[in-house]
Nanobody, 128 residues
Framework: QVQLVESGGGLVQVGGSLRLSCEAS????????MGWFRQAPGKEREFVAG????????SHAPSVKGRFTISRDNAKNTVYLQMNSLKPEDTAVYYC?????????????????????WGQGTQVTVSS
């Protein structure tokens, strides 16, 4: 099993920036493809960004492309989400996820069903 703990959320004004962190513990000897998702009130959980085990391949949802960047530091077992130019519609609970099933070294994943372990979430609120 792997445990995920997110941090870095908070209240920020429109146009501001935040950096979310997700630290993995437990069975981290094997590196996992990782992802960030978000869920706003009354809406389904949606993909934000994904990163491969190697960290060389990433994907970002069209709504955040050019503003958000996912990265990872495997030595620290930590994945990051740098969020710039934040908008009110970015307000949501942000979740970190790890794919525990088999994967290719350079593949990222974009579906909720691709992931088997989730963090508790961190709230991001963008005020206008």
């Amino acid at each position: 099993q792997v445990q995920l703990v997110e941090s870095g959320g908070g209240l920020v004004q429109v146009g501001g920036s935040l950096r979310l962190s997700c630290e993995a513990s437990g069975r981290t000897g094997s590196r996992y493809p990782m992802g960030w998702f978000r869920q706003a009130p009354g809406k389904e959980r949606e993909f934000v960004a994904g990163i491969s085990r190697s960290g060389d391949t990433t994907s970002h949802a069209p709504s955040v492309k050019g503003r958000f960047t996912i990265s990872r530091d495997n030595a620290k077992n930590t994945v990051y989400l740098q969020m710039n130019s934040l908008k009110p519609e970015d307000t949501a609970v942000y979740y970190c996820a790890a794919r525990l099933a088999g994967s290719y070294y350079t593949t990222y994943y974009t579906e909720v069903s691709d992931y088997g372990s989730w963090g508790q979430g961190t709230q991001v609120t963008v005020s206008s």
